[in-house]
């Protein structure tokens, strides 16, 4: 059974569709159902369902035929039901929890990491360390948050095509230790060696205009770009972008620094390589 998050998803792409060719903008279909156009922005992104009585609303108003209607009201019955990640909800922060469920159900994946080793690819001390701070919650809540992040890692053993390009810093950068980053990057280099997950490293001497400060993911579903979603966060909060323009942007972008960077070998092969020389030096 389709998760309900790529349920939701459908439904926010067709309305979205239904809503762009009766020519209307976000602001005239939120006057429909007398809500604010934020609340459009997060259905057609598909981070909310649709309450019955606002897509019969949304229906009239977009002058959707019966039989898309009929497919719509489908769509939007299954995005109610609770999701895989349903019992850790609340332990995610709300805007954190999309991200979660979009991630657990795109068939393909593309990360920028600028600083940090992307948690899915991060080891149990790794996380520890990256989630420790002198603000860190009691242990009770610590262990929760890092059960949480392994659990995502589900997504490796269920052969989504994984693809991560790391900036040097993501690398080089002490976490928890000399230990622990070295378990870690053999941690990477083993996870290299999986046929659907492919990682890179962009060196700081890479000849590339192709430089991003900040992180991004890229989401794909169902090898429809038109559908995809682009995903970036800051300390506190997040932006899901999926104009078609922005999407483009971001995976030129994409293209650009993956060329730039050290091949996949570089992580495969790390005795050697350069990989191997940035933890050894």
């Known amino acids: 059974m389709v998760n309900p998050t790529i349920q939701r998803r459908r439904l926010g792409i067709a309305l979205k569709h239904a809503r762009e060719q009766a020519g209307m903008t976000q602001d005239e279909a939120a006057a429909a159902i007398e809500s604010a156009a934020s609340k459009i922005s997060r259905i057609e992104l598909?981070?909310?369902?649709?309450?019955p009585t606002d897509l019969t609303l949304l229906?009239?108003?977009y002058g959707v035929p019966e039989a898309v209607a009929t497919s719509m009201r489908e769509l939007a019955k299954a995005g109610r039901q609770r999701g895989r990640w349903s019992s850790y909800r609340e332990q995610l922060p709300a805007w954190f929890r999309t991200f979660v469920d979009l991630e657990g159900d795109?068939?393909?994946?593309?990360?920028?990491?600028?600083?940090?080793?992307?948690?899915?690819?991060?080891t149990e001390a790794y996380i520890r360390?990256?989630?420790?701070?002198?603000?860190?919650?009691?242990?009770?809540?610590?262990?929760?948050?890092?059960?949480?992040?392994?659990?995502?890692?589900?997504?490796?053993d269920e052969h989504t095509e994984l693809a991560y390009v790391l900036s040097e810093s993501a690398v080089r950068r002490m976490v928890g230790g000399p230990d622990t980053?070295?378990?870690?990057?053999?941690?990477?280099?083993?996870?290299?060696?999986?046929?659907?997950?492919?990682?890179?490293?962009?060196?700081?001497?890479a000849q590339t205009y192709a430089v991003s400060s900040f992180s991004f993911v890229i989401l794909r579903f169902d090898q429809d770009s038109a559908s995809d979603v682009i995903y970036t966060e800051t300390?506190?909060?997040?932006?899901?972008?999926?104009?078609?323009?922005?999407?483009?942007a971001y995976t030129k972008l994409w293209d650009d620094l993956r060329a730039a960077a050290l091949g996949p070998?570089?992580?495969a092969f790390s005795e050697r390589d350069a990989l191997t020389r940035y933890f050894v030096e």
């Open 106 to 122: 795109a068939s393909e994946i593309r990360s920028y990491q600028a600083e940090i080793i992307p948690g899915t690819l991060q």
């Open 235 to 248: 300390f506190t909060d997040a932006d899901y972008l999926d104009r078609p323009d922005l999407v483009r």
């Open 46 to 51: 598909g981070q909310s369902g649709v309450r």
């Open 265 to 267: 070998r570089a992580v």
């Open 59 to 61: 229906i009239n108003a």
């Open 181 to 205: 980053m070295r378990d870690q990057l053999a941690h990477l280099v083993a996870l290299s060696q999986r046929p659907h997950v492919t990682i890179q490293v962009l060196p700081f001497a």
């Open 129 to 156: 360390a990256i989630l420790t701070s002198p603000g860190t919650p009691d242990e009770e809540a610590l262990n929760q948050q890092v059960k949480i992040r392994l659990a995502r890692q589900s997504i490796i």
